[in-house]
């Protein structure tokens, strides 16, 4: 059996995230000055400080969250942790992808930082605020959500974004469509539908021009194979190719997150452990909802790393 490095996405920030460990380790306070360097911006501050809303800016939230995760790493590499040696594949939720490409050295640091800040401008401005929404749908499974998506498309664009497992998807699109899908969706007998207070409809076709952003940015960065698989969200199969990751990042932005067929594919793969690596506990809930049989560590304080330092050997 064999172990996964998972990576968490946007939802997971909160204002003061990662500062225990930059109090703790000078290699998580490099990180976090080299991201702020990166990005021209004390970032960190913003972590720390706040105001939350300020932190929950997709161009913010993105890079924020990919420090954290990478802080961790750094922290564990530092303790004696050897990526290839101890974990078979990496993964993360949506921008978490980012997290884990770097943590396994596909990309620097640096241009990771710099990458988000570009994919989360170009998500917020591919669509006019007030145009484009999503909804989180409860209690339906995945057929059910697409037919109700089906349906509502008269309307506009209208998408699963994100497949988490444990009878939880969100839908994306025009605001409009995803507002009759809810409807929809609460006909169809949802326990609930949900609309979210996000500011674009992420991993929908409307992102196009956003995707079109990455693939010249990822175009022009330094990439190299990544020191262990990493799990794509869009295709749910291991890659080591540096140009087909950058395509599969490309597809992402418009694409479904997969991410309970991710952790399906991890339980048919002989992982048993699924080591959530940054802010928050949100991948670890989800792992135990879709795979009971799956063990799930966040790992995101000091006490954390010294626990999965220990058990990691």
């Known amino acids: 059996m064999s172990i996964a490095f998972t990576f968490p996405g946007q939802g997971s920030q909160a204002v003061g995230m990662g500062r225990d460990l930059a109090d703790a380790f000078p290699e998580a306070r490099d ?12 970032l960190s501050r913003i972590m720390w400080e706040g105001p939350e809303d300020e932190l929950t800016l997709t161009a913010n939230a993105q890079p924020a969250l990919m420090a954290v995760s990478i802080a961790a790493m750094r922290v564990m590499e530092k303790g004696g942790l050897s990526l290839k040696d101890k974990v078979s594949y990496v993964a993360g939720h949506s921008l ?3 997290s884990a490409l770097c943590a396994a050295g596909t990309f620097s640091l640096a241009d990771t930082a710099r990458l988000l800040r570009i994919r989360g401008n170009a998500m917020q401005a591919a669509v006019p605020v007030g145009e484009g929404a999503m ?12 037919a109700v998506c089906s349906a509502a498309g008269k309307e506009g664009v209208c998408q699963i974004a994100n497949d988490n497992g444990g009878g939880q998807l969100v839908i994306s699109g025009a605001k409009s469509a995803v507002e009759e899908a809810a409807k929809l969706a609460s006909e169809k007998g949802a326990k609930r539908a949900i609309m ?16 079109e952003a990455m693939r010249e940015a990822l ?20 890659l080591s190719d540096p140009e087909e990751i950058a395509e599969r ?18 339980g048919e793969n002989d992982v048993d452990t699924l080591y959530e690596i940054g802010s928050g506990k949100v991948l670890s ?29």
């Open 196 to 211: 979210l207070p996000v500011s674009a409809p992420f991993h929908s076709a409307l992102m196009q021009p956003a995707a």
């Open 219 to 238: 175009a022009d960065v330094k990439k190299q194979a990544p020191a262990v698989p990493v799990i794509a969200n869009v295709t749910v199969s291991p």
């Open 31 to 42: 990180v976090f000055q080299e991201v702020d360097d990166a990005l021209e911006q004390k």
């Open 135 to 146: 909804a989180a749908i409860i209690g339906l499974e995945a057929a059910d959500v697409e």
């Open 249 to 266: 990042l490309v597809e992402q932005v418009t694409g479904r997150v997969r991410w309970r067929e991710t952790v399906g594919w991890f």
């Open 285 to 313: 809930g989800l792992a135990r909802r879709i795979n009971r049989d799956l063990a799930a560590v966040p790992v995101n304080t000091p006490a954390d790393i010294e626990a999965a330092m220990a058990a990691l050997g």
């Open 96 to 98: 978490g992808e980012y």
